[in-house]
């Protein structure tokens, strides 16, 4: 993956499901927007947007872990076009921002992005790999115009 890649040129499929009745959920076009600019391979993607309960089932069945987690990613098929399932869980995602005293939108665009950049192969489970991550997650984030994801208060 080339982090200086020119996103435009990718093609992107998105779906995007809303499962949830949460509100203030960001529209089509901003997750569409958000997506295309963390592109660096063409894509046929959903992003659904759950509850805590599917949430928490998707996180348990898939990863073993019991309780509902903000974001998740599922690869289907790593060829050209790359394939896959992005999940957020919007009252995770609420919860999170008011915690951290985020803007919720730009919260919905960093784990957006965050999502968009695991399903093409970006990874956080080294120091390495995760510094390298955050740093594309950091630029992409001053593109779009929101504040960095990791400032520490």
Not at 47 to 70: F, Q, S
């Amino acid at each position: 993956m080339n982090a200086g890649a020119v996103n435009q040129a990718h093609k992107m499929s998105l779906s995007v499901q809303y499962a949830s009745q949460a509100k203030n959920l960001p529209t089509r076009q901003q997750f569409r927007r958000w997506i295309k600019v963390a592109l660096e391979r063409e894509v046929r993607m959903v992003l659904r947007i759950v509850g805590e309960a599917e949430g928490r089932a998707l996180n348990r069945d898939y990863r073993g872990k019991d309780y509902a987690t903000n974001v998740l990613t599922f690869v289907y098929d790593d060829t050209t076009p790359l394939a896959g399932d992005l999940v957020i869980c919007a009252p995770v995602v609420a919860r999170e921002a008011k915690e951290q005293g985020k803007d919720l939108l730009a919260h919905y665009a960093h784990l957006t992005l965050h999502a968009a950049l695991h399903l093409q192969g970006y990874d956080h489970q080294k120091q390495r790999e995760a510094e390298r991550m955050e740093a594309r997650e950091t630029a992409l984030m001053k593109k779009l115009r929101y504040p960095a994801p990791y400032l520490v208060s």
